[in-house]
């Protein structure tokens, strides 16, 4: 929700250490390893319905439809509704 006046888009930096056996195991570079990190982080906590596929994608640093397409890549489901919202999308249509 962003708030009048708020600076919506301003960052925070976080930092952490990682053994290089890891990256070099995944074949990254740095940059690449934190990409991959951000979008695992941005995928789980969309599957957890922490965050929206906007929210997640920002946190990601793609585009939504960008990262829509990526979530099969890590066998989430772009589109879950429950019975319920299957229904009432359906009555809509």
Request: no cysteine; aromatic share 8%; net charge neutral.
């Amino acid at each position: 929700m962003r708030l009048v006046g708020e600076d919506w888009w301003s960052m925070t930096r976080i930092s952490f250490d990682l053994p290089d056996a890891s990256r070099l195991a995944l074949k990254l570079s740095v940059e690449g390893m934190a990409a991959e990190l951000r979008l695992a982080a941005a995928v789980k906590f969309y599957e957890l319905g922490r965050l929206s596929s906007g929210a997640a994608a920002d946190l990601a640093g793609l585009p939504r439809t960008v990262f829509l397409s990526r979530l099969a890549d890590y066998g989430v489901d772009t589109f879950r509704l429950t019975e319920d919202e299957l229904r009432r999308e359906t009555r809509r249509a």
